[in-house]
């Protein structure tokens, strides 16, 4: 799961308890993103689903 920590459209703390939640084998939170992270932060997005997709 991967989040910004100024998201107002989905607060942070729901996205943490939703990645709790759903047992996320990885969380990462960009620190002053907001909503939009695919388009502010397209590096941090794509490596972890590239991690993601690689993995066992």
């Given at each position: 799961?991967?989040?910004g920590?100024?998201?107002r459209?989905i ?7 939703m990645a709790?939640r759903?047992?996320?084998v990885?969380?990462v939170?960009i620190?002053?993103a ?19 997709a690689?993995?066992?």
């Open positions: 799961m991967i989040y920590s100024s998201d459209s607060p942070p703390a729901v996205m943490q308890f709790e759903a047992h996320a990885k969380t939170v620190n002053g907001s909503h939009a992270l695919m388009v502010s932060h397209p590096g941090e997005v794509t490596a972890l689903i590239e991690e993601a690689s993995a066992h």
